[in-house]
């Protein structure tokens, strides 16, 4: 029966069970508050682009050189068209149209159940992923699947992600994940200025705040230059980036921020950066 709820009726009554508070659309206030106004009202074309794994390619190749670009192996509309055989032995399959749903990161093609990805990749191709957020960038996305080259350094370590978030298209921290691919260990985050100096914040307290502290990335200023082009006239948006053997790639846009659901450490945390989002006149 939610599904059937509109946007603005659905997202209250979220925000609500999240949070157990009234979602101020009318004068939004806090990070949370303003994603929410943000994808009721903030519906540019080219966000469509941008949140597509595989349009977005051209958005990149456009703005910042097809150098940066993870090296696509292939794209199809079913899993039935995937010649399995002809793959390498390492690689990732992703949907284009969602986050995380069927995807499959390979190391080891020999020990790969190609029924259950073909199985997992059917399922992610039929989720939905506009309506469990109302996250309307999603909404319009054609249902695919791309295969990217599978990314390691030349020690063979799966490198970390750089996520940059940008305020109005502007660069304030970068958040770097640690253990999100080891069970095993507890998952955290270290967040940087763009200056390089650790914040004792996370941005998702589902990421406890790491002890690590990261050395900066030689290539720190081509990578806040580029993720300010590609955040363009965006009132919030995150911009992922990989460094491999010190070579800057670049990973995904993301524009709803955890859905604009997401409690941070501090809880006040909420407030400041809610901040730094400058909105127009609201609804």
């Known amino acids: 029966m939610l599904k059937l709820l509109p946007d603005r009726i659905y997202l209250k009554l979220i925000y609500w069970c999240k949070f157990a508070k009234r979602l ?9 508050e303003k994603i929410q106004w943000i994808k009721l009202y903030d519906r540019k074309i ?30 199809w509309n079913d899993p039935s068209e995937i010649d399995f055989g002809s793959l390498p032995d390492k690689f990732v399959l992703k949907c284009t149209h969602n986050s995380g749903v069927g995807m499959c990161i390979c190391k080891d093609k020999s020990t790969l159940d190609i029924e259950k990805v073909k199985a997992d990749l059917s399922v992610g191709l039929k989720q939905n ?24 350094d030349e020690k063979h370590f799966v490198p970390e992600d750089y996520k940059v978030y940008c305020f109005n298209g502007k660069p304030k921290y970068i958040v770097v994940f640690h253990n999100r691919f080891d069970d095993s260990k507890e998952l955290s985050e270290s967040v940087y200025d763009t200056s390089w100096n650790k914040q004792e914040i996370s941005l998702d307290d589902h990421f406890q705040i790491s002890d690590i502290v ?13 993720a300010e082009v590609l955040s363009g006239d965006t009132y919030q948006s995150r911009v992922d980036f990989y460094i491999v053997n010190g070579n800057l790639k ?22 400041e950066l809610g901040r730094l989002i400058d909105l127009p006149n609201k609804k």
Not at 24 to 32: A, H, I, M, V, Y
Not at 133 to 145: A, F
Not at 214 to 226: A, G, V, Y
């Open 214 to 226: 990261e050395n900066k990335p030689e290539c720190l200023d081509k990578m806040l230059e580029f």
């Open 250 to 271: 670049f990973g995904e846009i993301t524009l709803y921020t955890a859905c604009g659901f997401q409690p941070m450490i501090p809880n006040n945390l909420d407030d």
């Open 129 to 152: 992923y506009y309506l469990q957020g109302r996250e309307w960038c999603y909404k319009n996305i054609p249902h695919r699947i791309i295969c990217e080259e599978f990314l390691e």
């Open 24 to 32: 101020n659309l009318k004068n939004p206030q806090s990070f949370n």
């Open 46 to 75: 080219e966000y469509t682009v941008m949140a597509d794994k595989y349009s977005v390619r051209e958005y990149v190749k456009e703005r910042i050189g097809e150098e940066y670009l993870i090296p696509l192996i292939g794209v």
